[in-house]
Every structure is written in C-alpha cells, then in structure tokens.
C-alpha cells in the first residue's frame, strides 16, 4: 500500500511542476542554455567555429550555450536532431556546404526548407594548392602538363559528389584531366601532397593555414571571381581561360523552420554583433574566412543556390 | 644546443608551479573522462579547448597533453572493473583485465595496467623528444597503402587472439567489417545497407557496439546468475600487488611500447590497433600464450603499454608536420592554431622552448599519470563493494548514456541495445566477439585505405605489393598469420590423418 | 574435464534412428545456413536507391561484396565442416555438441532483464532522462533482488541525480528531456537541481 502512495506523490509532485512551467514565452527568450549542434565530431572546421561562436554568443545573449557534437550521414544526423527538436530557439544547429551538397547524392531526410539560415558566417573560395618541392611553379604550367597528360595527374580532394568533384569535372570538360582521389580524413588529404602521393590538393585555405605560412605548400589558382585579398598573387580561374561554377566552402548557423519571428530576429541580432566582435575577427582572419554576414532571406537563398548547382551537375 | 640541454630547459619550465598544476588537473581529467564510459576523453579535449583560449599557448599544449595522456589510460579502469572499454584502446584490458576482476584479483590487474601504461606512455615521450624529426620524415612515406597494409595487420591479428577456432572467429571477423559498412560511404558519399532508415545513415559506430556487447550483455548474465563480485577473503589474498609480478611482466611491456611507439607515429593508426596488435603479438610470444583470455598479466600488460606508447609518438607528425592523426591531436592543432602556432618543421627553429617543454610535461605526465591514475581506481573499485543489482543498474546506465554520449544521438543507444541482445546471444552459444568488434573498428579504414590507394594509384591492384613498406608489412602479415594458426594447421592434419587411418582398420 | 560427457555418450550409443540423425544435421547446420542465406540476400539490400554516381574504377558495392562472398565461402566451409564432423563422430564415439550448464543459470531472470532494456530504450527518448532512469534504477534493483523500499528509492533517486549531476551539469552532455508535457517537466526539474 505504501507504495502505492507514493506513487500518487510522484504523480502529484509531477501534475504540479508541469502547471508552473507551462507559462514560458518568448518576452523573455533566452532563459535557459541554448543548444548549439554541431553536425560533426569534434576537432574539425564546423566544431571549431561553432565552439568559437558559441562563446562569443554567450556573452550577448546572457545564457550558456554548451556545444553538442552530432556527427553522421554528413552532417545529416545533427540536422535531423536540430529538425525534430522544438522550434524554440533553444536548438541551433551547424548547417554546412558539404551537407547541402550531400542532399543531393541522396543522403539524410532533410531539406532546406526544415531550416531557417540564420547567418552565413563563414565562406570562402577553395584553392589549388601543390607541395613547395613540385616541379609545378605556376599554374600555366599544371595546366598545360594536364591537358599534355590527360588523367596522369592526381588531386586529393574530400570525395566523389562533393564541390571539389564538381570543380574537378567542369575542369576535365574543358580538357584539363586531373584523376580525383578521395580522402576522407581531412589529416591524410592535406598529407597527400607533401608526401607526394598525389600531385595536387584541392582545399579551402583556412584548413591548411599552418602549411601555407610555413611555405609548405604553394598555391596556384583559387577558384573564385575575383583574386583573394589574402592572396593577390594567385590567379582565378577565369584568368586561367576556364569556365567554372564558383561554389564556396560556408558555414551558416540554423535553426528549425518554425522559429518564431521574435526569437528569430533576436539570434539573427546576436549573430551579427558577433561576427563584428575583436575575437571574431581574428579568428576569421587566421581561417582566411572573413566575409561580410550574410542573414536571413538572403543567405536562404544563397544556400538554396548553392544546392541547386550540385545538384544540376550530378543529373548531368 | 643539444637535444639534452633542450630538454634541461623544458624541465625547468614544466615544473613550474602553474604548469605542474596544469598538468595535474589535466590528467585527473583525463583519467576521469576516460574512465566514464560515456564521456570519451576526446569529448573532455573538446570541452577543455575554449579554457585553453586564456592560457599562453603552451600551458594550453600541457593541458591537452595531460588529458590526452590520462584519457588513454582512463578507459581501461573501467575495462578492468567493470568489462566496459571506457575508450575503444582498453579493448583488449577487458579480455585478460576483467578475468583477473573476477578471480578478485582486481588490485593486481589495476597496478600492472598503470604501471605498464606509464611505462608505455613513458617510453614513448622519449621516442617523442629524441626522435621526433627522423621519424617524421619516415612517417610522411607512408601513403594509403600503407596505412591500408598497417590495418591488415591489425585485422590478421584477430586469428591470433583466438586461434582455436578460426573459422567462427574469422566469419565473426568479416560479420563486423560489414556491420561497419552501414551508413554513409566515404568515397562516393551513398548510403549502403539502411534499409530505408535515415537514422541508418549514421552508420554503426564501433564505441556503440563495444558497450552493447560486452557491457549490456554482461550485465544481464551478472542478474542472471546472481553472481557476487565482491572479491572474497582468499581471492583478496591472491590479489595483493608484489614487485615480482612486475618483473614477471617486463618483457610484455618493453614488446607493447615498442610497438605503440611505432604505431602511433602512423596518422590513423592510433591507440586501438596498437594495443590490438600488442596483444596478438603478445599472445604469440608469451609461454601462456595458449590460456590468454583468462586473466594472464603479460595479456593485460602488452596492450596496456602499447596504446599508451601511442600517446607520445602520434604528437611526432602533429608537432613535425602539422598532421593530426587522431580526433585527439586535431584538438591541439587547433588548439596551437587558434594561439596563432603554426606546427610544422618551421615550430622546432622558431620556437625550441615551447616543442621541448612539452616534450618534457609529456615525460612528467607519464609519471604523474601511475597517481592520478591509483586515485581514481581506487575510488571505482570501491564501486565494487556495492550489491550486484545495484551496480548493474548503474552498469548498465552508464553504457547507455555513453553510447548516446558519442554522437549524441538517441539511434546509437538502440543500436547499443541491439547489440547487448547479440552480444548475451553470442556469449551463451560461445561465438566469439572480440572479432567482431574488430572489424567493426578497422573494417571501415581499411575500405578507405583500399579505395584511396586504388584512385590514387590508377587501380592498379599490384601496388599494394610492389611498394616496399606495403610489402614488408603485409609479408610480415602474412608471416603472422601462419605462425599463429601453425598449431590449428598440425592439429587439423593430424587429426584428418587419425581419422583416414581409422577408417582403414575398420 | 570432457571425460564425464565422452561416458554418457558411450552409454546412450545405439545406432541413431533416421529422424534423430535429420535434427543433429539441422542443430548444427543451422547457424552457418543462417549466416550463408543471410550473406546471398543481403546484396540486393544495399542500396535503398538507384545509385546516380559516376563510378571510378571500384564502385560503393565493391568493398561489402566482398566480405558478402567471403561470408558465403566461408559458411560453405563450415557446413561441410560440421557433415563431416557429425560423419566422422558418428564413425567413432558420438558426443553431444552442446556443452553442459555448469552454473545456475537463470534465464526467466536474464529475459526479465532484457524486456526492462528495452522498455528503458523505448522510455528514454518519450518521457526523458531523470524519469526514465529512476523507474530503471527502481525496477532494475527490485529484480536484482533488493527488497528493502527505503533503499530502493534512496538508490534510484540519489543514483538518477548524480548521473544527471555528472553528465548534464558537468559534461553538458544534452541527454534526452522526452516529449511534450515531459520536455517541461525535466525543464522544471533541471532547474530545481540548478543544472539549467
């Protein structure tokens, strides 16, 4: 019997605490710790920028915001997380442009239209690169050996499908014939070239900062429309005479798509005055990251562009 | 200067207060989070790293060092006390570690495992200062086939570990490489074998399936037989630590670092296969080879140096060449990325101090580790004293919370769930499981070893072969595998030859 | 140690009757028949959709096929190890493949155990962490056999805070906080241990 009523203690004590907390709204968004996903394992690009940002946003928005690794599927299993949690604004999530990319191979549940981009915060352009000893010192010279040698010379990139595919392809269109070799493991790609196991790497510049400014590595054409401030001296693709797709390596921040207006507005705020803090700035510099914010709407759209241009060239 | 009045240097600046301190708390830490079965020690560099942002940069290196040293010895507390691997590293701990719990000679199993990692880990922080810059140049020779013939090795090991039945192991073996294909492929990015389920697409993460099947399932015999795991009055006699066990086990433990330290140097290679492949080698060259698996010290001791053996060596190519082989050196690249160093040749002539005070807090750290760790052991093997049921509840909490804990996803934790179920099936029809696990950890690396090394080298099948290293090892492989079934291959011989001459006279 | 099984075997030894030699062939066949039918229907299970990739050299199926046809070959080979192990017993002495119980064992209490697994795994992620995991504490114990109430609730709710303590407050660890009215109650609940 005495277990029994305890049972309708419990039952009572929980009946109680549900009346007090149904009341809260968002006048006073935030109260409690924010989640933020980030949609891969620790240690990498997306999960050193989401820690860094997290800080900062602490600051601003005046709770703490732990840090949640969610890797798989791409970056597929964190969305899906950050999809089927309350769209509340105490879950933010990593959204990435190697996830997009891989919504169109056909992997994860989610769409763009789950998420609202609050904030692209960092994109940049990818890079050619080659190890300091290659016999390459230009990148007249590496084309003109690739159109010579079609399918002799090897790239290491992050696989099949991704955007580095894509550059790969559209270069092979126009004659220039590289072999792509997929690494997974971001450590043994940037490996790859200063072994010399493979004559180039196709890269984002802030990934392999440490091998740029030991003059490790060399680079020879970014893949951009205009040259990199960073790197003045690096001609873009178009100078080179090819016709490319420009797609950038970004890194936005989201939240489920039934956000409300006010809250989202709120983050949106936060995001902002956080790109343009003293901590911020550094750390975009040193990752060559930098960009002027893109929010909202507008990088919606730019993400929604970016999946379509993928897309376009797997159904080719 | 010389190496020695580098390293003189680096003393004087890790035994100052604030960086003894540092190290301290980084390897209770460590040891800690390593112990939990749900927060790996990965986790608690990842959680540490915006602490490290206040610190100068090398007290931010010391203390990631720290946890990073107490973390891979953390995880085999737990293997030995409970049969959970707290990181997948301390695998092979509870293979000979958890049979010496249950004799109550879990005292002695604790002392060998901190010794031999210290030792390991110790061996290794020398290797790390005196020859880190041959060995970097050695290690960027290794390419995907390499690495590919590095994890055949590994695999080849498993027939070692249970050689008298090799058949079931090996089909147990080749059952986890598939299991670890679930999910979503690194080469071509396409989702294989989800049956329909997004949730699939994660993949089966080996930490996951470890937990389920030794933690889960163990539990569920211990409330099945209502065992007692409070040591008795004799078996506490057996279980007191003596110097002689030590210098029983020396050997193993000079084999197991040695062939961490070689290991670690390899990026990708890491713990887990060190102290796998310490303990094939191991069971091979021991006298009791034969009666591994039921608790022999030189079983338990191998492994446990060799994966701390690691811990040293893998910083080789991250400080010489700006490589992070492991989840745990990607932490303090970007670590020493976000102070604005830049790892890499340029890292020893610019700034000697910093490489070679953490060559010498490496050093300290091994040795501060045997305290840290006999702290917190102590403190989990009074968690032996508790009844059976309650520390099965917790056991089992535990496992669940670690499973969820590694991608922070509620998929895993059914996965965990599934394979306890598996694994109690497995236990009670005697199928062997460690092969299984095993596949499920190197199956994957080794498919992305073997795809890379294909693209990369024109699909050329020989070069697996024709290149030197790759050769080597997979002769050494090959050498392996047939030393080890050699007793299998006369016993089947014989007795096909018994049976053949039987049927003659009758 | 195997002497004892060897004599009852030559005690019962008489010549087998067909229907009883049909089960041995099956009871030890049937595990590798699983594995080798198993390992022929998989393939075509391995991709949910037509693959739209541009293959090079080696496509995705290349790597799991072969372990498939690994697993094939060497389920053959235990099948045909077993016939000709169950030929050559049945030429010599017949023993019982299936080893003895040694220890008690009590598998009402082992499938008691399983169904509160799984029902923990279903509870998780419906009604949260703090709920589910003292109701698992509780259960779990009162099957272990502690019988005692006030140790019962001391031991799930102490043990259900400290877990939470440890993993929620400390490691910020986002365990599962349930569904709905549950997703408010934990809310509430981790404020008033000050976790939130």
């Known amino acids: 019997m005495t277990k029994f009523r305890r049972t309708l203690f419990g039952s009572v004590l929980i009946a109680g605490a549900l009346a007090m907390t149904g009341a809260a709204t968002a006048q006073d968004y935030p109260n409690r710790p924010i989640e933020l996903i980030v949609t891969f394992g620790p240690g990498g690009g997306a999960d050193v920028m989401g820690r860094q940002i997290a800080q900062i946003l602490e600051a601003d928005l005046g709770v703490s915001i732990p840090v949640t690794n969610v890797g798989g599927a791409s970056g597929n299993a964190g969305l899906t997380r950050l999809r089927t949690s309350p769209a509340d604004g105490y879950t933010m999530g990593t959204l990435i442009s190697l996830t997009v990319a891989s919504w169109a191979s056909g992997i994860g549940d989610n769409t763009l239209d789950d998420f609202r981009v609050i904030g692209i915060v960092q994109s ?58 997929p690494f997974s493991a971001p450590g043994e790609r940037y490996a790859a070239p200063l072994g010399g196991h493979t004559d180039v790497i196709y890269e984002e510049p802030g990934d392999v900062g440490q ?52 809250v989202f507005a709120r ?40 999946y379509h241009a993928i897309a376009a060239q797997l159904d080719d | 200067m010389s190496t020695f009045e580098l390293l003189g240097m680096g003393f004087q600046n890790a035994f100052a207060l604030s960086a003894l301190l540092t190290i301290v708390i980084g390897l209770m830490l460590g040891v800690i989070a390593g112990a939990l079965p749900g927060v790996s020690f990965v986790n608690a560099m990842a959680m540490a790293l915006p602490f490290t942002y206040s610190m100068a940069p090398t007290q931010a290196m010391l203390f990631l060092g720290a946890i990073y040293v107490g973390g891979v010895f953390g995880g085999s507390i737990s293997a030995i006390i409970i049969n959970v ?17 249950q004799r109550g000679e879990v005292r002695r199993a604790l002392a060998v495992a901190i010794l031999a990692s210290a030792i390991g880990g110790l061996t290794s922080a020398l290797v790390l200062s005196f020859a880190a810059a041959p060995f970097a140049v050695f290690a960027l020779r290794f390419s995907q086939p390499e690495f590919f013939a590095a994890t055949v090795l590994g695999l080849i090991s498993v027939i070692a570990i249970s050689k008298d039945r090799p058949i079931v192991s090996l089909l147990s073996l080749f059952l986890g490489i598939l299991i670890g294909t679930v999910g979503v492929d690194p080469q071509y990015g396409v989702a294989r074998f989800t049956f329909g389920a997004p949730a699939m697409q994660s993949g089966i993460n080996f930490v996951v399936v470890m937990i389920g099947l030794f933690a889960i399932s163990e539990v569920i015999d211990l409330i099945a037989t209502n065992r007692d795991l409070r040591p008795s009055k004799a078996a506490s006699a057996r279980g007191q630590v003596s110097l002689r066990d030590f210098w029983e086990v020396r050997g193993a433990i000079a084999r197991g670092s040695g062939i961490g330290s070689i290991l670690g140097v390899i990026p990708g290679a890491g713990a887990t296969p060190g102290a796998v492949i310490a303990y094939g080698i191991e069971k091979q060259v021991s006298r009791d080879g034969d009666k591994f698996g039921t608790g022999i010290m030189a079983g338990l001791a191998a492994p446990e140096a060799a994966k701390n053996a690691t811990t040293g060596s893998a910083m080789v190519p991250l400080l010489t060449l700006g490589i992070p082989g492991s989840a745990a050196t990607a932490i303090m690249l970007a670590a020493m990325m976000l102070h604005g160093v830049n790892p890499g040749p340029l890292l020893f002539l610019n700034d000697p101090t910093m490489v070679y005070t953490i060559f010498a807090a490496m050093i300290l750290a091994n040795i501060l580790m045997i305290f840290a760790g006999i702290g917190v052991a102590q403190f ?48 009670r029809t005697g199928f062997p499981t460690a092969p299984l696990v095993l596949g499920v950890i190197l199956g994957p690396l080794a498919e992305r070893y073997f795809m890379t090394s294909l693209a990369n080298y024109n699909q050329d099948w020989t070069v697996f072969f024709t290149r030197p290293i790759s050769g ?32 003659a006279g009758s | ?181 549950f997703d408010d109650f934990t809310v509430w609940f981790l404020r008033l241990v000050r976790i939130y």
């Open chain 1, 124 to 181: 940049t352009p990818s890079f050619l690169f080659v190890a300091s000893d290659s016999p390459f010192e230009t990148a007249e010279q590496l084309l003109e050996h690739a159109r010579a040698n079609p399918g002799e010379l090897t790239v290491a990139t992050s696989g099949y499908g991704t955007q580095d595919d894509v550059a790969l392809i559209t270069m092979a269109d126009q004659g220039v014939d590289m072999v792509n070799v």
């Open chain 1, 211 to 262: 091998f740029l400014e030991s003059g490790e590595y060399r680079s020879l054409m970014i893949f951009a429309a205009e040259r990199h401030p960073e790197f003045p001296d690096v001609p873009t693709a178009g100078e080179l005479g090819l016709d490319m797709v420009y797609l950038n390596t970004f890194r936005t921040l989201a939240v489920p798509a039934a956000t409300p207006d006010d």
């Open chain 1, 267 to 306: 983050l949106e705020a936060a995001v902002i005055a956080a790109t343009e803090t003293d901590q911020w700035q550094a750390f975009c510099a040193q990752t060559y990251t930098c960009l002027e914010p893109l929010t909202g709407d507008a990088a919606q759209e730019e993400v929604n562009t970016f």
């Open chain 2, 85 to 101: 691997p707290g990181t997948p590293a301390s695998l092979p701990a509870c293979w000979d570690g958890y049979p010496m719990t």
């Open chain 2, 380 to 427: 989990f093997s009074t968690l032996m004293k508790t009844p059976p049921a309650v520390l099965g509840a917790f056991i089992i909490l535990l496992s669940i919370v670690g499973a969820y804990g590694v991608r922070n996803n509620i998929f895993d934790v059914y996965v965990c769930l599934f394979f306890g179920l598996v694994g109690w099936v497995m236990k």
């Open chain 2, 472 to 503: 080597t090892i997979l002769s050494l492989a090959a050498v392996f595998a047939i030393w080890s079934l050699w007793p299998v291959i006369r016993a089947q011989y014989r007795s096909v030859v018994l049976l053949l001459a039987g049927r």
């Open chain 3, 1 to 181: 140690m195997s002497q004892g099984r060897i004599e009852t075997g030559a005690a019962n030894e008489r010549a087998p009757t067909l229907s009883q030699l049909m089960l041995s062939i099956i009871s030890r066949v049937a595990l590798p028949g699983g594995f080798l039918a198993a390992a022929l229907i998989l393939p075509s299970y391995m991709f949910d959709r037509p693959l739209r990739i541009r293959a090079r050299g080696l496509g995705p199926d290349a790597w799991p096929s072969v372990f498939l046809n690994a697993i094939v070959a060497i389920s053959l080979f235990w099948i045909i190890a077993e016939l000709w192990a169950l030929y050559a017993s049945h030429k010599r002495k017949r023993t019982s493949p299936i080893q003895q119980e040694i220890e008690a064992y009590n598998y009402s209490k082992a499938a008691a155990g399983i169904c509160l697994l799984l029902a923990f795994g279903w509870l998780l992620p419906n009604v949260g962490f703090p709920i589910s995991a003292t109701l698992f504490i509780f259960c779990w114990c009162f099957l272990g056999g502690i019988r005692n109430p006030v140790a019962l609730i001391l031991v799930s709710f102490v043990g259900m805070i400290t877990l939470l303590w440890v993993f929620m407050g400390l490691a910020l660890m986002p365990l599962s906080r349930g569904t709905g009215v």
